[in-house]
């Protein structure tokens, strides 16, 4: 069974930073799509970081303005998303997703949904 199990997430003040984790099992990396979304109360799904096979590149939502990076360990199964200079705004729930069949770049993640998921963690940023 594939299962995704994030961590890392916190009460952080506006400027902090978090650096998130998704260990994953039940499949490899290699042909994959994968990446984290957050969804803040109320609010759409917001994509925030995806890789795809299809194309080897990592996209970024234009509003993290290179304060985030998402990066992979595939001898540790376990796929990260470090945060700096956070802002109130991106307080929610933040989820890493994954499918093992992409059908299109890592842009296209940014607004669609994958196969699997993991159940979240927590991420609140006060000013």
């Known amino acids: 069974d594939v299962q995704l199990v994030e961590s890392g997430g916190g009460t952080v003040q506006a400027g902090g930073s978090l650096r998130l984790s998704c260990a994953v099992s039940?499949?490899?990396?290699?042909?994959?799509?994968i990446g984290w979304y957050r969804q803040a109360p109320g609010k759409e799904r917001e994509g925030v970081a995806y890789?795809?096979?299809?194309?080897?590149?990592?996209y970024y939502a234009v509003s993290l303005k290179d304060r985030f990076t998402m990066s992979r360990d595939t001898a540790k199964n376990t796929l990260y998303l470090q945060m700096n200079s956070l802002v109130p705004e991106e307080t929610g729930v933040y989820y890493c997703d994954e499918t093992a069949n992409p059908v299109g770049s890592g842009s296209y993640y940014l607004y669609y949904n994958m196969e699997y998921w993991g159940k979240g963690t927590q991420v609140t940023v006060y000013s």
């Open positions: 039940g499949f490899t990396f290699d042909g994959s799509a």
């Open positions: 890789f795809s096979s299809r194309d080897s590149t990592t």
